[in-house]
């Protein structure tokens, strides 16, 4: 998606939907401090690996994160410029009082120092660089609590 000075309202539209969940603000919050690779996100979060990859696609889709291939792994990487950018800044600074943020931050700080063959290839959790960080969200409205894709 290209960036303009003016957002159309579709674009507004998947912008915001795309920042509409927890998840999501912390994958934005966790990509302020460099490119992280799925695997580093995904430990970090403690999800499922096709939860954080549906997260970061939303985000792509957005806008609001570009990806780029190396080797075996993808990294993400938060944009930086243009309407999109600033929103996310926004969002972020907005939510940045959360503890839950603070956590992540600390948790990407040691999943850095994990070589990323060594994380990827092993398939580490949360627990083994820091931690828990997982999700808390409420049900959908019309869905239980077990039917709920967090």
Same mark, same amino acid.
């Given at each position: 998606m290209t960036h !303009? #000075?003016? $957002? #159309?309202?579709? /674009? &507004? /539209?998947?912008? &915001?939907?795309?920042? $509409? %969940?927890?998840g999501r603000l912390r994958i934005l919050a966790m990509l302020r401090t460099g490119d992280l690779c799925v695997c580093q996100v995904t430990a970090a979060l403690g999800l499922a690996a096709s939860t954080v990859s549906t997260h970061l696609g939303d985000l792509r889709r957005a806008?609001?994160? !570009?990806?780029?291939? +190396? +080797?075996?792994?993808? %990294?993400? %990487?938060?944009?930086?410029?243009?309407?999109?950018a600033d929103l996310a800044s926004q969002a972020i600074r907005l939510a940045e009082? @959360?503890?839950?943020?603070?956590? @992540? &931050?600390? $948790?990407?700080?040691a999943l850095r120092k994990i070589p990323l063959a060594t994380l990827c290839g092993a398939g580490l959790g949360p627990t083994s660089a820091g931690p828990s960080t997982s999700v808390t969200t409420r049900p959908r409205r019309g869905l239980s609590a077990t039917r709920r894709r967090t």
């Amino acid at each position: 998606m290209t960036h !303009t #000075t003016r $957002a #159309t309202l579709p /674009i &507004v /539209i998947d912008a &915001v939907k795309a920042l $509409a %969940h927890p998840g999501r603000l912390r994958i934005l919050a966790m990509l302020r401090t460099g490119d992280l690779c799925v695997c580093q996100v995904t430990a970090a979060l403690g999800l499922a690996a096709s939860t954080v990859s549906t997260h970061l696609g939303d985000l792509r889709r957005a806008g609001f994160v !570009t990806e780029r291939k +190396s +080797s075996k792994w993808v %990294h993400y %990487h938060l944009v930086d410029d243009g309407p999109l950018a600033d929103l996310a800044s926004q969002a972020i600074r907005l939510a940045e009082a @959360d503890d839950q943020l603070g956590e @992540d &931050v600390k $948790a990407v700080r040691a999943l850095r120092k994990i070589p990323l063959a060594t994380l990827c290839g092993a398939g580490l959790g949360p627990t083994s660089a820091g931690p828990s960080t997982s999700v808390t969200t409420r049900p959908r409205r019309g869905l239980s609590a077990t039917r709920r894709r967090t």
